[in-house]
């Protein structure tokens, strides 16, 4: 099986010269399909512009990005919007809802922006409500809605369009526990029902937890690796938990 993300030697540096940060000093490794990937660090360590690298919200100072086989960095300008809008998926922490479009609006918004089938994104419309516990909520704005409604509606925007690879960005940051097991939960089911493959940037070892892989990042270079084996998820979170005191991270409580 081929990889659907392709990683080498990646590169991010900030300032000029005489005052350099290198935010990413030479990451290598590699998402395979139906992957639930979470990258972990302390704040500065580099996670966030990884993402943001692979979001092509910004650009690498080297290295190389592959995604199902394309190199990003010698796509066109064209060929870039056209990865943006059907090959991943973004996930944010504050939901980046339209405040005067329904639910439904926003879920339906990158047809509009990208293109697609509005009879299968009608469809595929139901069917993620149906899973997401979003159906009552489908004809309310965002401001009627709860935190975890409204990441759940973005989450439901996110997937409309059957994207290759989900970007999560902090997704449970703003949300209180409750919300943040829910929703959690939801993209667990997604990406075993569906084989969604997600890659997540969080400091929240609660929600990592969820995860079946996690890279440790600090100083802009990996340094850990865990993956999920045989053991109940409050077992997977110990070991996260352990790993993150190192980092001067973590929380206390599992949930």
Same mark, same amino acid.
């Given at each position: 099986m081929e990889p659907i993300?392709?990683? +080498?030697?990646?590169?991010?540096?900030?300032?000029?010269?005489?005052?350099?940060?290198?935010?990413?000093?030479?990451?290598?490794?590699?998402? %395979?399909?139906? +992957?639930?990937?979470?990258? %972990?660090?302390?704040?500065? $360590?580099?996670?966030?512009?990884?993402?943001?690298?692979?979001?092509?919200?910004?650009?690498?100072?080297?290295?190389?990005?592959? *995604?199902?086989?394309? #190199?990003?960095?010698? %796509?066109? $300008?064209?060929? *870039? *919007?056209?990865?943006?809008? #059907?090959?991943?998926?973004?996930?944010?922490? #504050?939901?980046?809802?339209?405040?005067?479009?329904?639910?439904? +609006?926003?879920?339906?918004?990158? /047809?509009?922006? &990208?293109?697609?089938? +509005?009879?299968? $994104?009608? &469809?595929? /419309?139901?069917?993620?409500?149906?899973?997401?516990?979003?159906?009552?909520?489908?004809?309310k704005f965002p401001p009627q809605m709860s935190g975890g409604q409204r990441q759940r509606v973005a989450t439901a925007r996110a997937l409309i369009l059957h994207p290759k690879l989900i970007l999560a960005d902090e997704p449970t940051g703003a949300l209180d526990s409750k919300n943040a097991k829910n929703l959690m939960e939801k993209l667990s089911i997604l990406n075993q029902e569906e084989e969604a493959t997600i890659l997540m940037v969080t400091h929240d070892c609660n929600a990592a937890s969820f995860c079946k892989r996690i890279l440790f990042i600090q100083d802009g270079v990996i340094f850990h690796e865990i993956r999920r084996e045989d053991e109940s998820r409050g077992e997977f979170y110990a070991r996260i938990l352990k790993v993150m005191a190192q980092l001067g991270g973590g929380s206390s409580n599992v949930f």
């Open positions: 993300l392709n990683i +080498e030697n990646l590169t991010k540096v900030y300032g000029n010269t005489q005052n350099q940060t290198k935010a990413l000093n030479g990451i290598t490794f590699q998402v %395979m399909p139906g +992957e639930f990937l979470g990258i %972990m660090g302390s704040s500065g $360590s580099g996670k966030s512009t990884l993402l943001n690298c692979i979001a092509t919200v910004i650009k690498p100072s080297g290295g190389n990005i592959i *995604v199902q086989g394309n #190199n990003l960095g010698k %796509m066109s $300008s064209k060929e *870039v *919007v056209a990865y943006r809008g #059907n090959t991943v998926g973004y996930l944010f922490q #504050n939901f980046e809802l339209l405040d005067n479009l329904t639910a439904s +609006e926003n879920i339906l918004l990158p /047809l509009t922006l &990208h293109g697609g089938s +509005e009879k299968k $994104s009608r &469809h595929r /419309l139901e069917q993620l409500a149906e899973s997401l516990d979003i159906v009552d909520i489908l004809d």
